[in-house]
């Protein structure tokens, strides 16, 4: 699996290739598409144009189980100008293939869940309609939905001491300085669901897994598509790495294939592939 992880990374992390509109955005859109339908899925493709006329596409893999109450479970593919993205979000774009590679396909899952690969994340279409998240949240029937699951940044990680910074500095004595987990984020509202989620992750690794559920919000905590699904009222969770509050390659030319941790990628995949399943 980390094998694999860091061939989906190396492929899609190279600079400008995922920004919206660019040169080689109908080729990104292409792969990640083709990717799935290897993995033996036939995605829904949900196409729109912006308000630049540019195509966007969403890519939904929609497994059906025995409940058809859903679990989605998604991450943008795009990146933020001309940087090559590599945590940002092609560590999310890999997990989730990894995922559909290492699901049992034999198997019939208790809740139905759909994995998303979302477009339009990053600025200029960050917090507006042109956000794949927002275009899909506004097609689910909200009555159905049990929690939205957001990867943004999962791949960066330090055991150097100091190596991780929070918006509130109280928090290091809480979660520690060392860089070496993902963190599950989420409001109030979402809080009985996010606790049922982590609590499933945070058994199969206890230390590797934290959670920060607040009854207020502040800027930050709604920074990815999670934050198109709180808009409705529908419980969502964000994991991350916690972005530039350890990965200082953040939006830069340095967030490259070689920075991110694929032993502990490869470790969500299952952790996930277990949630689902089980």
Same mark, same amino acid.
């Given at each position: 699996? &980390?094998?694999? %992880? ?5 492929? =899609? ?20 598409? &083709? ?17 630049? *006329? ?30 090559? /993205? ?9 997990? %989730?293939? /990894?995922?559909?590679?290492? %699901?049992? $396909? ?48 999962? /791949? ?11 918006? +509130? ?9 060392? /860089? ?13 669901? *996010? ?10 690794? $206890? ?8 009854? +207020? ?27 530039? =509050? ?10 490259? +294939? ?8 490869? %470790? ?11």
């Amino acid at each position: 699996m &980390q094998a694999y %992880l860091e061939d989906i990374v190396k492929q =899609f992390a190279k600079p400008g290739f995922r920004r919206v509109g660019n040169t080689h955005w109908n080729q990104c859109m292409q792969d990640i598409e &083709q990717e799935i339908k290897s993995l033996g899925f036939s995605p829904k493709v949900q196409v729109w144009q912006n308000e630049s *006329g540019i195509e966007c596409k969403n890519f939904i893999v929609s497994i059906e189980g025995k409940n058809p109450e859903t679990y989605i479970l998604g991450g943008h593919y795009d990146t933020y100008e001309e940087t090559p /993205g590599a945590d940002d979000n092609a560590s999310a774009v890999a997990v %989730l293939l /990894g995922v559909l590679k290492q %699901l049992d $396909k034999q198997k019939t899952l208790d809740y139905t869940w759909e994995i998303v690969f979302y477009s339009s994340e990053e600025p200029p279409y960050f917090g507006g309609p042109d956000m794949g998240s927002f275009k899909h949240a506004s097609t689910v029937d909200k009555s159905l939905i049990k929690c939205m699951i957001c990867l943004e940044m999962v /791949g960066y990680f330090s055991e150097e001491a100091k190596s991780q910074d929070y918006p +509130f500095f109280p928090l290091r004595w809480i979660y520690g300085n060392r /860089g070496n987990f993902l963190l599950g984020v989420s409001n109030a509202t979402s809080r009985k669901e *996010g606790k049922k989620i982590m609590e499933v992750l945070q058994q199969r690794n $206890k230390n590797f897994y934290k959670k920060l559920f607040l009854p +207020f919000n502040f800027s930050g905590l709604d920074w990815s598509d999670h934050r198109n699904y709180w808009a409705i009222g529908i419980p969502a969770l964000m994991i991350t790495d916690t972005a530039m =509050f350890r990965n200082k390659n953040y939006h830069q030319a340095e967030d490259t +294939f070689d920075t991110l941790n694929y032993a502990k990628m490869s %470790l969500l995949v299952k952790d996930l592939v277990f949630l689902m399943e089980n």
